[in-house]
């Protein structure tokens, strides 16, 4: 399958700094990305839509102005998490979809590893 | 509202032991049928992708089956081993695109030796 990459793995910070998280897609191209965050024992939670090239489609009660979603190339989606708080500390995960050409029946996403953020 | 049901919860079983994950869900429409593998710290892995012609679809050990009748799936795992401990959770989407998905809150699964 497919590879997605994240960046970095884990981070910790202090409580109003800003945290970059990168998401690429390794061996496609990814015109749409997905930003997920898991509370532990919880599942994923969809935060944003990343399109290339357009703005990001916020789901309902994520703050766009704190989650800022850039995604400039096919292969490449940030998410940066601006004056991080110590409720923003959780496991970020983003994925990235696989569009089949021909006569597909699906697409696919895959994720990343995601990235463990802790804010002190 | 579209939702997805997982169960148990959680399970603990003996190396070797096979058992069997349940997903229900009301999910309308309906697409497709995945389950994922998510070891502790880590991003989802896809096992089985089905649609809603498909009854089954094995992938190793682990065999999945789907009634689009009923809106039940469930997962098999065939003589466990340790690497299987993870969480194990079943996504319906509801489109072809792939941009629509609905999780469910996933098995924590643990094999013991």
């Known amino acids: 399958g497919a590879v997605v990459s994240q960046h970095p793995s884990w981070v910790i910070c202090k409580s109003g700094t800003s945290v970059k998280i990168e998401c690429r897609s390794l061996?496609?191209?990814?015109?749409?990305m997905f930003w997920y965050r898991q509370f532990p024992k919880q599942s994923l939670m969809l935060m944003a839509t990343?399109?290339?090239?357009?703005?990001?489609?916020?789901e309902q009660g994520v703050e766009k102005d704190k989650f800022l979603i850039n995604h400039a190339s096919l292969t490449l989606s940030t998410l940066t998490v601006t004056s991080a708080h110590p409720e923003d500390s959780s496991f970020y995960i983003c994925?990235?979809?696989?569009?089949?050409?021909?006569?597909?029946?699906?697409?696919?996403?895959?994720f990343g590893p995601g990235t463990r953020l802790t804010v002190l | 509202k579209n939702q997805v049901e997982q169960s148990p919860q959680s399970l603990i079983i003996l190396e070797g032991k096979n058992c069997t994950l349940q997903?229900?869900?009301?999910?309308?429409?309906?697409?497709?049928l995945r389950w994922y593998k998510q070891d502790t710290g880590r991003g989802p892995v896809s096992l089985t992708i089905?649609?809603?012609?498909?009854n089954t679809k094995s992938n190793g050990r682990y065999t999945a089956t789907l009634d689009a009748d009923t809106k039940q799936s469930s997962l098999h795992i065939t003589a466990s081993q340790l690497s299987d401990s993870a969480s194990y959770i079943c996504?319906?989407?509801?489109?072809?695109?792939?941009?629509?998905?609905?999780f469910g809150g996933g098995t924590r699964l643990m094999v013991k030796p």
């Open positions: 994925s990235a979809r696989v569009v089949y050409s021909g006569p597909s029946r699906y697409n696919e996403q895959f």
């Open positions: 061996d496609f191209q990814a015109t749409t």
């Open positions: 990343s399109n290339e090239g357009s703005k990001a489609t916020y």
């Open positions: 997903c229900n869900y009301t999910v309308s429409p309906f697409s497709n």
């Open positions: 089905m649609t809603f012609s498909e």
């Open positions: 996504v319906v989407s509801l489109n072809n695109a792939g941009n629509m998905l609905t």
